[in-house]
């Protein structure tokens, strides 16, 4: 086996997931033509771990899961758009393995300590419950406004993202 450098793997890796979601999304739109002339969206997966990622992902897949947030300070902190009713985002597992195809159908800035019990069930995670939500919820917002020198409050905006699965 010849030896690659690690930039040239990391590149092989990216282009065997590149690979891999281009095939997914063909299947995809075999199956809902009336996306063909849409370019290939964003392919992500949840959350900031693998166990986590891949938890999520098979609640997205089964239906359970049909809500995200991330804080409105991360969207804009690394000026990333916002979310819009009508996008689409191909949900992967931890190790960028397409999973399903999801479509928001609204989107809601909403302050942490205004987040309700339907919100957290609409996330899908762990016993459906809203303090479960923000348990996990609180630890991940501290991890993620970290990142660039914020902590989490009961006053920040998060952007509530609802969408519907499309298999």
């Known amino acids: ?15 065997t997931n590149m690979y891999k979601i281009q095939l997914f999304w ?3 739109i075999q199956k809902y033509p009336e996306f063909k002339d849409v370019d290939i969206p ?13 938890e999520t992902a098979d609640l997205a897949f089964r239906g359970i899961k049909t809500g995200t947030c991330g804080a409105l300070s991360s969207y804009e902190y690394y000026k990333d758009e916002l979310p819009k009713v009508g996008d689409l985002w ?7 393995k397409p999973v399903c195809v999801t479509r928001t159908i609204k989107v809601s800035i909403v302050k942490y300590k205004n987040i ?7 996330e899908g995670e762990g016993d459906l ?7 996990g919820h609180w630890k991940f917002f501290e991890r ?9 409050s009961l006053e920040m905006e ?10």
């Open 116 to 122: 309700t019990e339907e919100w957290a069930r609409k």
């Open 1 to 15: 086996m010849a030896y690659l450098p690690t930039s040239n793997v990391e590149k092989a890796k990216k282009n």
């Open 42 to 54: 964003q392919a992500e997966h949840f959350c900031d771990n693998e166990k986590d990622a891949n």
């Open 26 to 28: 063909n299947k995809f």
């Open 158 to 167: 998060l952007v509530c993202e609802e969408f519907e699965i499309l298999k």
């Open 90 to 96: 191909i949900v992967t597992d931890f190790n960028k």
């Open 129 to 135: 419950s809203l303090e479960y939500w923000k348990e």
């Open 144 to 152: 993620d406004l970290a990142e660039y020198g914020q902590k989490p």
